[in-house]
């Protein structure tokens, strides 16, 4: 893997698994837009907690359809704005009545002297919606370009799942959409792993000026690109959906993990699927009946709970978000916050150990106080796709 | 509001929320009489544990009616005394059989040498009755006057609540209650705040021998007095409750906020609705009505989580103790321990500032070894009111 | 008790409670066999997590119906290894498909280069089966004998109890176990103690070369013979079990209070009852009906957390377990780990007395690095035994 024990040694001396203000992992995460939720979560008047990064923020939807990040409490004394009323786009506090606009100015204290509200304002953060999803910047300064990364070309429907929570550090879900060989193993149990292990792929990835791009090359000469958008999106192909038929084909996936804090992470996902007409149709028809399955199971975290627990076995998990379950089983099995300093890493790894390079070169700079890497948006040219002899000469991470 | 940057500091140089043992808000508060619990909920024969300012009790009720508070262990080996059997006006350790009386003497133990009992003694604390309450004193020395309060006059129906649990520090809801202006949005929800705001009432409050008397004018020249007996007491005139269709008129009620440790407390409440001969058998009805709708719906506590964890709206809670849901969200929604250093406190907050002004003194006094105030028992003459011209001069907080 | 005020202060000078690795008490306890569970509990090809002494462990049936411990986490990249999939008797870890064999030693790591495999090793511990549970062997070096004790004598069925968790320090129970005044009051709730107290048993004890040998002397003569077994083992003679009708007399049975980590353990069971022909199939019949009930009853801890919670009274306790749910309410409920130094013990805490000073000899030795006591195997001689006459002349403790 070409790290020299020296290199490995000052790897670990920076935590890669920090999201909290002020750490440099925290500074490292604050550069990006993070994806908080799904816009249709959001009715025009709600207003809901969120915590991100360790922090907790306010969101609403305003009676005009703008979601806006707020404060979490009100300079007043305190009071959680969520539990405020929206009027137009602004939000009343429920304990004294003082009202925010959009850009955080008070614009009512109802019991003070007229004037008062002036002198009282509450951070807001920058707030966009795009593929089916609110994201929202927490960093200093202006926000990098939005959407933060380019939409897929080509017709077809843009599906926001529901959001999952799971419970561990982001970095562990991050890496594994680094792991093609996991799905062999993770989402086949009881399947023949004799057969799946013949044909595993050759990971092999490469740092770029947006992230970074993998290849899982087989022994057919199929290829896949992977696009792994710095600091925790991933952008994939996946085989058709479970419960499919296979109507849509093999849909483009974005997956954003999303630290709610240092130990727990929200899976927040996009989709497209290229329908249209009447195929478009039977895929949503399709999609309605997973989603009353869907409704009628169990929480996916209380069968994760169950399998942690030794009490179902993890070869007998029933439920309609399999993968799903797998995954978050898996992936928080590792622990809250996974040891790292005991892996033995090996070759099909080789896209976790450069990111992690990366990160702890970026962590690094961060914490000396020095300019890290000037990311750029992901330029539209780079998709990913399956398919033989699509593959650059890539090198070797 | 008078505070002199310097005196604003050190108001903070003491811990104005705390309540355990050996702390200076722990002795201020261990002066007083501390409400504790129902009555009609500790039947005779009953042993139940209870949690006060950070340290626990034992607390059960012998057959003659006599309720005692004991240590919470058995000396022996340290089981639980409320996991024992009453006797008589005895309590008999469930582990070996150790009896107490209650002077917390030993008055058995079956397998021991005789005469072994007579070495043997647990604390008790004393402990009384009144208004449909149990009160225990926690405090050195003798207790102050019983009970701490005067009785409400008039003719009518005493009726103790059942006691809610609030998940943070006693002094938040302490605080709310010399807030009057939050009725008008905490408990009007959806309700038109600008017409609420046409006349909130004007705060102003003095510091008296017993506590606090804190007054609100409205713009008619309407005054209402509310009395904070201290440490966390507050008897006040309310308006009739929800679905009594008035009867009983405006009752007078009391709350009491007795810490269970820094972060928890208890709602102890018993109010007194000026009835008789017919009248009192209709509200009787009604409230047996309201007991019923109460038993069926969920727990207070489970519809705050939902409001905390954002799935349910404010504005969208239905409970039969509506305005108890609203203002445990509100109070404990300021955290375990609000912060009370980022506030930007208003002219409504004055009954807030002149009770923290107090309690800063009083702790700083403790903390320095110094005589603190020697607290009244309140006149019978003082009691909570709204009229007009009713109004003394008031020195403003 | 013969204790002077020195030795009495020297025996607080280790922590008798600890069962970390690395603590003397860890370093005791792990010298000895420990019943991890009831080897029904675990089919072929299931794979468990287990917590023993404070640290994690996967325990796994293979096809074959070999039982064995191994390290909790798949040394790759630390997923557990309990949700991985049992093959003969190897596990193959769920993440990445690496294959461990008995031994721990890695067979297969399918997208690694070929022979990685050897390079990687997990520690497995010795696993053995009997009296129809699985123990295992955590400490350095050989094990010693096993089984740990020898078989009941006598025809019967030998049936293991559903394993309970018990959420405090081991050492309370096995102290409880010592202590058989407790159960003329524990287990007597309601009845009448006069009449109880007068035939309690004078307690003696003395330690043997495989723990600690006590006695309860009644008044008529009768005397009880009680084995604890080094570290946390009690084998008793019990009177026939609650809804029985006497089925099968005087079971004998076999407590093991095995630590899952300080403040918890598991209460593994095995009792033997001399039954056989008519009788056994009766015996049975009873039990099934028993365990009917056991399955259709509120689970043991949730009736406890009412007890302890004050909403449900010690005499109300109403379940096929009622033994059980005493005993845990009661010495769970002197805390995760009981406060020893406030206690007032008496001539009837004999045999924790002995224990107490025992197992703070053993672990002072252990902390200063000197060679502690060789513990035996215990003798088949030895057998728990109640009869008059049969008491040898007992040093008293």
Chains 1, 2, 3 share one sequence.
């Not at 490995?8 to 935590?15: E, F, H, L, N, T």
């Not at 009676?63 to 404060?71: D, E, L, N, R, V």
């Not at 978050?328 to 090996?346: F, P």
Request: net charge negative; charged share 25%; glycine share 10%.
């Amino acid at each position: 893997m070409g790290l020299t024990a020296e290199a490995r040694r000052q790897r670990w001396d920076v935590d890669l698994t920090a999201t909290g203000p002020g750490t440099p992992g925290g500074t490292f995460l604050r550069q990006f837009w993070h994806a908080i939720g799904r816009g249709e979560d959001l009715p025009a008047g709600r207003a809901v907690p969120i915590r991100i990064m360790g922090e907790d923020y306010t969101l609403y939807r305003g009676m005009s359809g703008k979601a806006q990040i707020m404060a979490y409490r009100c300079p007043h004394r305190g009071a959680q704005l969520h539990l405020g009323g929206v009027e137009d786009d602004e939000l009343r506090c429920v304990y004294h009545g003082w009202k925010y606009n959009c850009t955080g100015q008070c614009v009512e204290t109802p019991a003070e002297e007229p004037g008062f509200e002036k002198k009282v304002k509450v951070p807001v953060f920058p707030t966009e919606e795009a593929f089916g999803l609110i994201y929202g910047y927490f960093g200093d300064g202006q926000p990098p370009a939005f959407p933060p990364y380019p939409e897929s070309r080509g017709e077809g429907d843009v599906e926001a799942w529901p959001v999952e929570h799971v419970p561990c550090n982001y970095l562990q879900s991050f890496e594994n959409s680094m792991d093609e060989v996991h799905v062999a193993f993770t989402h086949q149990p009881g399947g023949s792993h004799a057969a799946l292990a013949r044909d595993l792929p050759i990971i092999t990835a490469e740092e770029t000026d947006w992230g970074m791009l993998r290849f899982g090359t087989r022994s057919d000469g199929t290829v896949r690109h992977t696009l792994h958008y710095a600091p925790n999106i991933v952008r994939v192909i996946v085989p058709p959906l479970a419960g499919m038929d296979g109507i849509g084909g093999w849909p483009e996936i974005t997956f954003h993990f999303t630290p709610v804090d240092d130990e727990n992470h929200l899976w927040v996902i996009s989709a497209k699927v290229l329908v249209n007409g009447d195929e478009a149709e039977r895929y949503r028809q399709k999609r309605a009946e997973f989603y009353e399955r869907r409704a009628a199971a169990p929480s996916v975290r209380s069968v994760v709970d169950e399998i942690w627990a030794g009490r179902l076995a993890y070869a007998d998990i029933r439920h309609p978000e399999l993968a799903i379950v797998q995954d978050i089983a898996v992936q928080a099995g590792q622990g809250k916050i996974a040891n790292r300093k005991t892996e033995h890493l090996g070759r099909s790894d080789r896209g976790i150990t450069l990111w992690r390079r990366i990160l702890a070169r970026e962590l690094r700079l961060i914490a000396e106080g020095r300019q890290p890497k000037k990311w750029q948006r992901p330029s539209a040219d780079v998709i990913p796709v399956i398919g033989a002899n699509i593959s650059r000469t890539v090198g070797a991470a």
